[in-house]
């Protein structure tokens, strides 16, 4: 992944849906804003600077229930991919990202298992079969790289083939009775709900808190959740912390 990059191109806005119709907007972290751009008559262009700090792949695992793939980024930031053939609209760095990255959940056999093994085969021999998304460089005329000496070269991509309404998941029978903490992963973005009995359970999108009732959501809200020492992702944990409060 280069230091830093750009992705140009038609903004897409990205909607829950619950099963009635209503519709809510992911919350993302405030350094994802996009800078609009007006390109003369036809359409309007989004350009968002990115770095690797806040954009490099940490996790990524096959949705079952809703059938898809899920990618987490650093900075909290989540994609939901249809197919994988959809997946191979990301650009290369973020396919050898997944192809380093283990599957999160590998006990589900089926469709995430064996694209695993696919795009590790893939990335480890230069995607001689499915080509990812190349990025085009742009040579500046008027910056000067200090290191080179010449124009400063920037990599542009264009967004990934991303599923733009998301069902959120129905709600389920009271599940927290035996409720004892919730914390953040750092290393893999999820928040872990722990019970007495040691037992987690693990939430990769954090609008999928949807899915407990009100009762449970009270107890999540009554009990922060705990980011660790150093709260270096307090902003990542913090969005689960404000779906529970939106729920």
Not at 23 to 41: G, V, Y
Not at 105 to 123: C, L, Q, T, W
Not at 162 to 169: E, F, S
């Amino acid at each position: 992944m280069p230091a830093g990059f750009i992705e140009w191109g038609l903004e897409e806005e990205v909607l829950y849906e619950q099963e009635n119709g209503k519709t809510f907007s992911p919350q993302h972290p405030k350094w994802f804003k996009k800078e609009r751009e007006r390109l003369p008559d036809f359409y309007q262009v989004i350009t968002v600077e990115k770095s690797e700090a806040t954009d490099k792949i940490i996790s990524w695992m096959y949705d079952n229930l809703r059938g898809m793939f899920v990618v987490k980024r650093r900075g909290g930031v989540i994609q939901y991919f249809q197919t994988r053939f959809d997946l191979f609209t990301l650009p290369k760095w973020d396919l050898r990202e997944l192809g380093r990255l283990d599957i999160l959940n590998p006990e589900e056999r089926g469709v995430g298992r064996d694209f695993e093994r696919i795009i590790a085969k893939e990335s480890n021999k230069g995607f001689p079969n499915h080509a990812p998304q190349r990025p085009r460089h742009r040579v500046s005329k008027t910056t000067i790289d200090p290191e080179t000496g010449k124009g400063k070269v920037t990599s542009v991509i264009n967004p990934a083939k991303v599923v733009t309404r998301i069902k959120l998941p129905e709600e389920v029978p009271v599940a927290l009775n035996d409720f004892k903490k919730w914390f953040y992963d750092s290393r893999t973005g999820e928040a872990v709900i722990r019970s007495n009995e040691n037992v987690g359970i693990r939430i990769l999108d954090p609008m999928d808190v949807f899915m407990f009732g009100l009762s449970d959501l009270t107890v999540l809200n009554d009990s922060r959740i705990d980011v660790g020492a150093g709260n270096a992702n307090l902003e990542e944990a913090a969005l689960f912390q404000r779906a529970v409060e939106r729920a």
